[in-house]
Nanobody
Framework: QVQLVESGGGLVQPGGSLRLSCTAS????????MGWYRQAPGKQRELVAT???????NYADSVKGRFTISRDNFKNTVFLQMNSLKPEDTAVYYC?????????WGQGTQVTVSS
């Protein structure tokens, strides 16, 4: 049973920073892609950033230059460093991992950017 454990969300002022982490466990298979998505109230879930097992990166235009995704393949952990946060970044952030057998979601962690 694959499990994803997320941490690092919280309340931060505009211009501040947060770092999210997500660790996958329960499978010995290799993880192809790890990523972060977010869903704001009343909106659809959207991609924030992904990283492949070879380090190929993909970012949403809205976070380019402010967010950085990285991963530790030995620990099956993906990170999202979020800088220069804006109120419009407020959302529930979900971790996603893709194995050869399918994809899995984390439970979500709330990020609130407000003064």
């Amino acid at each position: 049973q694959v499990q994803l454990v997320e941490s690092g969300g919280g309340l931060v002022q505009p211009g501040g920073s947060l770092r999210l982490s997500c660790t996958a466990s329960g499978s010995s298979l290799s993880i192809y892609v790890m990523g972060w998505y977010r869903q704001a109230p009343g909106k659809q879930r959207e991609l924030v950033a992904t990283i492949t097992s070879r380090g190929r990166l993909n970012y949403a235009d809205s976070v380019k230059g402010r967010f950085t995704i990285s991963r530790d393949n030995f620990k099956n952990t993906v990170f999202l460093q979020m800088n220069s946060l804006k109120p419009e970044d407020t959302a529930v952030y979900y971790c996603n991992v893709q194995y050869s057998i399918g994809g899995y979601w984390g439970q979500g962690t709330q990020v609130t950017v407000s003064s």
